[in-house]
């Protein structure tokens, strides 16, 4: 188990050592940060002056050794645009986006998966066929379309919910506080939409295929109830696999905060990622797309753990 | 006509649903294929344009409305779903031919040129698509072959693993065996043993990923990193119009909206259908 | 009165490509504590009859017409939760593959466990775990207790049989019905466990049904058989009559495809032909086309007749 766990960490750093390279690269390749850092009437020394307190002036072997050599010391270099250390700035938005994505996910497990059962259970019933479409629909609709469908119902034309921006802070979170959660309901709503209807759907089809196998069958004919062979037979097979989708979609659900927080202007680390790009801030951009890998192997392992709980063939 | 005979084509006749979407798909191809019959002008030619008519509400000339430019928006949905279909279609046609090319070899002859595909494929993996397309994009800027590559770059991935997979479990099986034995060239046993018999998942995967494209495209033309408003994509025209949304223009980017989701849909329909048939394990 | 009495059974299956009579006019009875084989080539519908008497047809398939008398009641008109109630309790059955009948992720004392737990209330999980414990040592599998832990992919094909057998004994049911028992088994397990499940039904005074396409098998276990062809059955009698005296073509056929020691024919015995398929059976009788004795007269399907109490359909037997 041991061995396991470094092996897999060693895979993990490689492959994130090999992440901070190319957008390391791709980001010095991107073009010159400081046009966009400084006034329009800025001098030429000011240019000069600023790309090298920036670091920005040297090769791009030097400025790499010099990023791996704050790694080294657990930091990824400060941003050219807040001036504080790039990791701070990501860490003091990350729990927003966390909670977003984090609420949106329980949100499509606790109707994803109920519904998928129902939808397999009687796949020509009218309601497993009006799940189904509306499922079809979820899978079909882009998000920032569903976000604004909402903020254009729910705020302008009945003005119930806020449109953007995050509410009071309770601890860590938003979701303790009334206006904390009247302000999460349409961004959660517009990140679970697609999940749900994933989650669904992927539910439905494992359902339906556990269902067609022998020892369903021997189940019924043990005598065992309907509700017990469904329910706890079936579903505990076709879960299985489910835990790795829900793992990688998580990950997506992260990325997704992008747009998300774009259309309902949420305070996270979508928003600042896409400030970031177009500012050619590159370490903030590194330190991003570090810790979102991070978030994804770390996900990965936990899920690889969770099998050996769950699923009786897989032992380390 | 014997296409209609076929087992599989009666199958997916026989889902209304599917037909629907079919029918659909059809008509949007054709306004597609020929949008300067259906639009009222064209909407990239400015001579056409009069500032006078910025943001009517849809009336008897202008069916849905105007922007602030006093573009008709009917005729500019019709172009940008051009735009949309040309960017979905060319980027899953693309990403097939590349993905399907290497799975098809990694999985075959395996060895370090697997283990160099496969590993590309496992860093891309370990990054969700749309932040890959963004930092492309962010990088080259807007315009509709960049998106078409970055998109491709996106998804190719998928189609390799698939292949690869495939490959891996049909080299083993007693017809590509006994090509083997015959003395078939390593090539001829891919292309001309094992790749037609892994055709038919390969067309149900791209149509599902058709959609998939579609979406991204309009995903990043929304955040400003896509197909450029001067050549507006479905996506593009929905970005344009939600600037003004909350100004009570809702046309702008509503109607848009709906045409793009009605288009997604059309194509889901169709790829939930053939994915149906083809699952054998799924069958009766 | 008889165990167990089907009575003209038909279990149709109304496809896209057109109705398939699996089972089409069965009819056969079996006593208590009475083995009776049915034989035939895959497809002819011996699974279906098996599955008919439990009720577990799946749609597009359907009962179409028959009785099925089982101890006072007609299983076909009883409802699934009344069936529920039989099911592994008073009729078990026992399926092909111990490779896919056995849940993978529910441990194998669960599976067992809940066989008694939802048939006798009152039962404590106690009691249930030491009869489970117990049946399994009946069936010879070593170290009962462990295995009542283990998962089945820890199993080797020949004890997962074992434990479906022990399952299907759990309950002590008066009727057993065994589909292709060992045929995914290696050749070297086949008779152990053909001998235990004839052990075991005499000890527990179950009557068995053994469908099995292997006259070979039925002739070493059985009291009685029925030949199936193509949805209906063709002969039906003692196992000493059937055997060492068959009347129908087809039996003869199937006999004469054994091999046997010291036999100096070079070849063995092949039926010609294949077993028509069920969306295009022929006029008359199904076997027609194979067989040496057909004439005109075969062109309208053979009545019943019954002959020294066996039962044979054949225009050909006087």
Redesign the interface.
């Known amino acids: 188990m041991l061995k396991y766990i470094l092996n897999r960490l060693f895979h993990s750093v490689i492959v994130m050592f090999v992440i901070s390279f190319i957008v390391f690269f791709i980001m010095f390749k991107a073009g010159d940060p400081v046009q966009l850092l400084l006034p329009p009437d800025a001098t030429q020394q000011d240019v000069i002056e600023m790309r090298h307190a920036l670091g920005i002036d040297q090769s791009f072997i030097k400025q790499y050794e010099a990023f791996l050599k704050n790694v080294a010391k657990g930091n990824l270099g400060n941003s050219f645009v807040y001036g504080q250390p790039a990791l701070n700035v990501v860490f003091e938005r990350l729990p927003a986006t966390l909670e977003l994505s984090v609420l949106a996910m329980i949100f499509s497990i606790l109707f994803g998966i109920p519904l998928g059962i129902i939808a397999s259970i009687k796949p020509k019933a009218w309601y497993s066929k009006v799940i189904m479409f509306l499922s079809l629909s979820g899978i079909s609709v882009p998000i920032f379309w569903t976000g604004m469908i909402l903020v254009l119902v729910f705020s302008v034309l009945l003005g119930w919910l806020p449109s953007s921006g995050r509410g009071e802070v309770y601890l860590f979170t938003s979701a303790f506080t009334w206006d904390g959660i009247k302000h999460l309901i349409m961004p959660v709503l517009t990140l679970s939409f697609f999940q749900l209807a994933l989650i669904l759907r992927l539910t439905r089809t494992g359902m339906m295929e556990v269902m067609m ?14 509700r ?1 062979v469904v329910y ?2 079936a579903l ?2 076709s879960l ?1 696999p489910l835990v790795t989708v829900i793992g990688i979609q998580f990950g997506q659900l992260v990325a997704f905060t992008i747009v998300t927080e774009t259309i309902f202007a949420w305070p996270g680390t979508g928003k600042l990622i896409i400030d970031s790009i177009q500012n050619l801030d590159r370490p903030i951009v590194v330190a991003y797309l570090l810790i979102i890998s991070f978030i994804f192997v770390a996900i990965n392992f936990v899920v690889d753990v969770l099998y050996t709980f ?4 897989v032992r380390v | 006509m014997q296409f209609f005979k076929n087992e599989l084509v009666v ?1 997916f006749f026989e889902d209304k649903l599917a037909v629907g979407g079919l029918v659909i798909f059809i008509f949007l191809c054709v306004l597609a294929l020929f949008p300067s019959l259906f639009s009222y002008q064209n909407p990239y030619d400015l001579t056409q344009l009069f500032l006078q008519n910025s943001f009517q509400p849809p009336n008897h000339t202008f069916w849905l409305g105007t922007d602030e430019q006093g573009r008709d928006i009917f005729s500019a949905m019709v172009y940008g779903l051009r735009i949309s279909l040309y960017v979905g279609l060319a980027s899953t046609i693309l990403s097939v031919t590349i993905g399907y090319t290497l799975g098809l070899i990694s999985g075959y002859y395996g060895g370090w040129v697997d283990t160099i595909i496969m590993r590309i494929a496992d860093i891309q993996l370990s990054f969700p698509a749309i932040l890959i397309a963004l930092i492309i994009m962010a990088l080259w800027g807007e315009g509709i072959g960049k998106v078409v590559i970055a998109i491709t770059i996106v998804n190719w991935v998928y189609y390799a693993r698939t292949a690869r997979g495939v490959v891996l479990s049909e080299k083993e099986k007693d017809y590509a065996q006994s090509a083997k034995a015959l003395g078939m060239s390593n090539f001829g046993i891919i292309f001309s043993e094992i790749l037609p018999n892994t055709t038919a998942p390969i067309i149900v995967i791209a149509t599902v990923r058709i959609a998939n494209a579609i979406i991204l495209e309009a995903t990043l033309s929304f955040l400003g990193l896509g197909v450029p408003i001067t050549e507006p994509s479905l996506g593009s025209l929905i970005a344009n119009g939600y600037q003004v949304l909350f100004s009570g223009y809702w046309w702008d980017s509503v109607f848009p909206g709906v045409l793009l989701m009605v288009l997604v849909v059309s194509i889901n329909l169709i790829g939930d259908r053939m994915r149906d048939i083809m699952n054998p394990r799924l069958k ?1 | 009165m008889a165990l167990l009495e089907v009575k003209n059974l038909k279990t149709y299956f109304f496809t ?1 490509s057109g109705v398939i009579k699996s089972v089409d006019g069965t009819s056969f009875s079996i006593e208590k504590g009475e083995i009776l084989g049915i034989v035939g080539e895959s497809g002819a519908g011996k699974s279906i009859t098996g599955f008919s008497i ?1 009720g ?1 047809i ?3 398939g359907k009962i179409v017409e028959g009785e099925i008398n089982f101890d006072g009641r007609d299983l076909v008109k009883l409802s ?1 939760d009344e069936l ?6 008073e009729i ?2 026992i ?1 092909q ?1 111990p490779q ?8 194998i004392g669960k599976q067992l466990m ?2 008694i737990l ?2 006798r209330k009152g039962v404590s999980k106690k009691e249930a775990y030491n009869s489970c414990v117990e049946i399994l040592k009946t069936v010879g599998l070593p170290a009962a207790e462990k295995r009542m832990k283990s ?1 089945p ?1 820890q199993l080797s094909g020949g004890m997962k049989q074992r434990v ?1 057998i022990a ?2 004994l759990l309950n002590n049911p008066k009727l057993l019905i065994a589909d292709e028992p060992t045929t995914a088994l290696d050749v070297t397990i086949q008779a152990q466990i053909l001998y235990l499940m004839k052990k075991l039904s005499k000890d527990f005074h179950s009557a068995l049904i053994l469908i099995t396409h292997d006259i070979a098998v039925v002739s070493q276990l059985c009291d009685k058989i029925a030949v199936m062809y193509a949805g209906r059955i063709v002969e039906y009698g003692s196992k000493e009559d059937v055997i060492f005296n068959p009347l129908h073509p087809y039996t003869k056929g199937l006999i004469e495809c054994l091999p046997k020691l010291n036999d100096d024919k070079k070849r063995l015995y092949q039926i010609p032909g294949i077993m028509p398929s069920l969306l295009g059976l022929p006029e008359g009788c199904y076997f027609k086309d194979r067989c040496e004795f057909a004439d005109e007269q075969c062109d309208v399907y053979p009545p019943r007749q019954e002959i020294d109490k066996r039962i044979v359909f054949c225009h050909k037997v006087k």
């Open positions: 196998q022998d020892y369903i069958k021997l189940a019924t004919a043990k005598g065992v109830p309907r017990v706890y037979h505990k097979n299985i769950i699923d009786p063939r | 199958e009766r | 896209r439990l577990l799946d749609p597009p699934q529920q109630k039989i099911r592994g309790n078990s059955i399926f593959d896919t009948s056995l849940n993978p992720v529910i441990s809940e066989t939802y048939h998962y992919h479906v399952m299907a």
